[in-house]
């Protein structure tokens, strides 16, 4: 499996796991609005937002996410974490070496001392 198809299976992996809002590339924001950009432009595949790096025999997966401050986001982000161990796992000979997922945005956060 290449890497683009990888990336495109990982991120709508990622975006079935309950709490996921959004999946955004691992880069800083300036890097991830240019990829917005881009595939607003049809540069880039829309699809293809999980960093995938391989180094000979070495793997490396980053993701960037928004979650949803309706689920506990330690939660949410150990179960894509786990969700791409697993993924990879089953896609890539010797799974990944890394895997890191990054909280960029919590949505709707609930405001402590806040009553409804």
Known sequence: MDDAALSSELTS????VPGVVAVYPPR????????VVA???????????VDVDRHGATV??????A????????DTVRDVGERVRDLVDQRVDGGADLVTVTIRLVEDAVTPGATA
């Open 13 to 16: 992996a990622i975006r079935a």
């Open 67 to 74: 979650v949803s401050g309706d689920r506990p986001a330690p």
């Open 60 to 65: 490396r997966i980053a993701a960037g996410i």
């Open 39 to 49: 595939s607003a432009l049809a540069l880039r595949e829309p699809d293809v937002l």
């Open 28 to 35: 800083p924001i300036v890097h991830a609005a240019a990829e």
